[in-house]
């Protein structure tokens, strides 16, 4: 099933009277990284849920290759901010979600832990894990199934260097394998490093959609030059 | 005085008095099927509760929350008019057994454990529901993974229901009849046996009471410990 180009058209939402996204049109056909990004309650963590489907869509304003959210959603993962884990070891996390998604392939969680190099932290409960562990076990739940696009939503902001480049280099490995990425991230250096296509959001508006290096060379608008200064 | 009071107390308990062991297994007998009914019932009803959020559902809410203060004697006493020979369950033949305090100690205990239930699930849902619904799990799975992730405090919840209902004495004294070798348990012998001067009974059922208790107090402390 194809699922790019992906097309929000017109899309808003609100809680109560607090606009969290506003008439958002995207139309993208990258096929590797789209990064977005934003000031602190810009809405990109919401618009990155609206894509997953975690949030209500009654008007279908977002599609993927003209199937909707309901169609698609078996072929993608999130991975959030805070990693949801059970109270599980990690092993049974990862067991936990290739269970649902019925992967019936033979050791299937033994080479997930193997490719995303866990096997020290297999059995300890996710609870005692730290914050880059967390993270890893939380992508490593991702890729089960071999999903088509995963959301990650700041997947480094909370980790030291070696952490982020190792996650960077397990995220770069899902994109050769043909994973549509959505991040979002705050790291300029980050989203030069990996990203090709970028979404900068501002006030729940989108106010630039394009390619990386146009970004960075943004000279008008105010708002994304301070972000890149500053960032 | 009383140092003999309970040293004939202990003597009961260690020479396994035929009536006070009759009367502990009947006790047990009647918690433990209501604990179980109730349990049966009430835990997958306050789950399926958070799940299906809607006006009917805070309803529900406030009505069991309202009940689990309810005084165990109004409730026999409602049993009572419901089952008695001239109630609309009258039918049953029921009052005056030991299916009526079951019945009681259900009703009593219910709205506990579906409150009790209903925050723990709702408590684990709230961290949970983004990362099930990304799996787009079905709601009957959901339910099962959130009841599994609960299973500590939910065994935790049927401990507190057991104390509930083992310490229970208004609705079992009035729809049982504290009937001697039939339906006598521990809390309404308590009572019987002190109002009639017989207090040797009584405490050794009083010190066993304190037990189940304790053991309780105990288990609820190592699972919260576990949780």
């Given at each position: 099933m194809?699922?790019l180009?992906i097309?929000?058209d017109?899309f808003s939402?609100?809680?109560?009277d607090?606009?969290?996204l506003?008439n958002?049109?995207i139309?993208?056909k990258e096929?590797?990284?789209t990064?977005i ?12 849920k609206a894509?997953h489907?975690l949030?209500e869509?009654?008007?279908?304003s ?22 949801i884990?059970?109270?599980r070891?990690?092993f ?7 269970n649902?998604?019925k992967t ?13 190099n866990?096997?020290d932290?297999?059995?300890?409960d ?14 490593a ?6 999903p ?5 939503d ?20 899902l994109?050769?394998?043909d ?14 490093r ?17 390619k990386v290096?146009e970004?960075l060379?943004?000279k ?8 890149i200064?500053?960032? | 005085?009383?140092?003999n009071?309970?040293?004939?107390a ?6 396994l008095?035929?009536d006070?062991?009759?009367?502990i ?9 209501a ?6 019932i009430s835990?997958?009803f306050g789950?399926f ?13 406030l ?7 309810m ?10 008019t419901l089952v008695?020979?001239?109630g ?6 029921i009052l005056y057994?030991?299916?009526?305090m079951i ?8 709205p506990i454990?579906?409150?009790l239930t209903?925050?723990e ?14 799996l787009?799990l079905?709601?009957f799975?959901?339910?099962r993974t959130?009841?599994?992730e609960c299973r500590?405090a ?14 229970e ?7 049982g009849?504290?009937i001697?070798?039939f ?6 012998a308590?009572?019987?046996?002190t ?5 040797e009974?009584?405490v ?7 037990m ?8 609820i402390?190592?699972?919260r410990k576990i949780k």
């Open positions: 194809s699922i180009p097309k929000i017109n939402y609100a809680i109560g607090s606009k969290i506003r958002i049109n139309d993208s096929k590797k990284i990064i990004a934003g000031n602190n309650g810009s809405g990109k963590t919401t618009l990155l894509m489907g949030i869509d009654p008007s279908n977002i599609s993927w290759a003209n199937n909707s959210i309901k169609t698609i959603k078996e072929l993608q993962s999130m991975v959030f901010q805070n990693p884990l059970l109270n070891t990690t049974e996390n990862i067991l936990y979600v290739a649902k998604k019936n392939e033979k050791n299937y969680v033994n080479k997930i832990i193997e490719k995303l866990i096997k932290i297999a059995n300890i996710a609870r005692y894990l730290s914050g880059g562990e967390k993270q890893k076990v939380a992508i739940m991702s890729i089960i199934g071999n088509k696009i995963i959301f990650l700041e997947p480094t902001s909370q980790l030291d260097p070696v952490y982020k480049h190792e996650i960077e280099s397990i995220i770069s490995s994109v050769e394998n994973t549509k990425i959505f991040m979002t991230s705050h790291d300029i250096s980050q989203i030069k990996i990203g090709e296509e970028i979404i900068f959001l501002d006030k729940g508006r989108v106010i630039f959609n394009g290096k970004f060379n943004e008008t608008n105010k708002v994304i030059r301070n972000y200064s500053y960032g | 005085m009383l140092s009071i309970i040293e004939t202990f003597h009961l308990i260690f020479t008095d035929k006070l062991i009759e009367i297994t009947l006790s047990l007998k009647v918690t433990l099927s604990l179980l009914i109730s349990v049966f835990i997958p789950s509760l958070v799940l299906y959020r809607n006006k009917f559902q805070s309803f529900v809410i009505v069991s929350n309202t009940l689990m203060g005084p165990p004697v109004v409730l026999g006493l409602i049993i009572y008695s020979k001239r609309i369950f009258g039918f049953l033949d057994t030991p299916s009526a019945l009681a100690q259900t009703l009593l205990i219910t454990v579906v409150s209903y925050e699930i709702y408590k684990k849902h709230k961290d949970y529901y983004l990362f099930l619904n990304s787009n079905s709601n799975s959901k339910l959130l009841i599994y500590y939910l065994i935790t919840v049927t401990l507190t229901g057991f104390g509930r209902a083992s310490a004495v208004g609705a079992v004294m009035i729809v009849g504290n001697n070798h339906t006598r348990v521990m809390t309404t308590i009572a019987f046996e109002s009639k001067g017989s207090i009974l009584a050794a059922l009083g010190l066993i009471l304190i189940i208790s304790f053991i309780i107090t105990l288990l402390k190592s699972l």
